[in-house]
């Protein structure tokens, strides 16, 4: 069982960057996929990218490459989201997510959503 | 990326009726489709994993079905603590993809 726990809600002008961090306990960090997924009000979930440490493999989606970074730190057990650029629409609940995917188990496309962070609520505005 | 259609976008319902939502996919997917629950304030919670499959801890009320493109969510009788916003997802390839998702709410 993994447990996720992000950081706190953020307020941000347009053009400048956010990062979230979220800090699992439980489970053995190198055989989960660690994903960023965010969410605006009455829109479904969106996934923006993902780590898969035991592959050393990043993961973008088209939407936001080349403006989120995702890094995970083993030492610590904490992945990390950078949203460069930012702009109104931004403005969302960020969630990290994680599921089982190790070098001897790791189906699909690799990324899970077995267990989930309580969410970032990140507000972009002047 | 594969498109996925969720019906219907919102329904009603009362206490011990029984619920289905269909999702349909833009591709074959073989049974890589899961099921989230998700309420207001909170992150979705998985239901179902490799569409059929009940996670652990989530009551037997709740089972799904398909393959390929066209899956559903079953619901076989419906309790109060039901009453949320529900998501099909895909995970056959990357990047995954979720519905609009379907609102029950009360009748």
């Known amino acids: 069982q993994v447990q996720l726990v992000q950081s706190g809600a953020e307020v941000k002008k347009p053009g400048s960057s956010v990062k979230v961090s979220c800090k699992a306990s439980g489970g053995t960090f190198s055989n989960y996929a660690f994903s960023w997924v965010r969410q605006t009000p009455g829109q479904g979930p969106e996934w923006m990218g993902g780590?898969?440490?035991?592959?050393?493999?990043?993961n973008y989606a088209q939407k936001f490459q080349g403006r989120v970074t995702i890094i995970a730190d083993d030492s610590t057990r904490t992945v990390y989201m950078e949203l460069s650029s930012l702009r109104s629409e931004d403005t969302a609940v960020y969630y990290c997510?994680?599921?089982?995917?190790?070098?001897?188990?790791?189906?699909?496309?690799?990324?899970?959503?077995?267990?989930w962070g309580q969410g970032s609520l990140v507000t972009v505005s002047s | 990326d594969i498109q996925m259609t969720q019906s219907p976008s919102s329904l009603s319902a009362s206490v011990g009726d029984r619920v289905t939502i269909t999702c349909r996919t833009s591709q074959r997917i073989s049974t890589y489709l899961n099921w989230f629950q998700q309420k207001p304030g909170k992150a979705p919670k998985l239901l179902i994993f490799a569409a059929s499959s009940l996670q652990s801890g989530v009551p037997s009320r709740f089972s799904g079905s398909g393959s390929g493109t066209d899956f559903t969510l079953t619901i076989g009788s419906l309790q109060p603590e039901d009453f949320a916003t529900y998501y099909c997802q895909q995970s056959y390839i990357t990047p995954p993809t979720f519905g609009q998702g379907t609102k029950v709410e009360i009748k």
């Open positions: 780590v898969i440490p035991t592959f050393a493999t990043t």
């Open positions: 997510a994680t599921g089982h995917c190790s070098r001897t188990s790791c189906y699909g496309g690799g990324y899970h959503f077995d267990f």
